[in-house]
């Protein structure tokens, strides 16, 4: 009983609270600051790596994710295949970079990914393995 009143109090002291502030309170809360983003640095960051390696990301046929593969990932060729199978039938390319090879290695460290596989957009690095589902909703963007 006492559990059900508290969690009644919880739910309905917002608007009770809100409907006691006065109208400079409500205007100054209407002119307050927007919240900090605190990631817009590490996001910026990112997106500014991307754009310098874009042409290796991406390639001349304008590739809209990469995805990062090597040696001893299991689940890389199911990944690939999903990917590969998505991306065809949305009518995008794709890309597959091998960390076998030095060159890919070096970028992918320099994107700072850990993880195989480990996919890029334009806009994005994903770290490790993706459902299927997520990764054709973001071609899909």
Known sequence: MIRAALLSFV???GPVLAQEMSLSERLRALSAPAPTDFYEDERQGDLDLIARHAPALFGEDGAVIAMFTGPGCDTCPMA??????????QGVAVRLLDTAEPGNAA???TLTL????SYVMRDRLIRGEMPAFVLG????E
């Open 11 to 13: 739910f309905c002291a």
């Open 114 to 117: 850990d993880t195989l596989p």
């Open 107 to 109: 970028l992918m460290e």
């Open 137 to 140: 909703r973001y071609l899909a």
């Open 80 to 89: 690939w295949a999903d990917l590969r199978d998505m991306a065809q039938a």
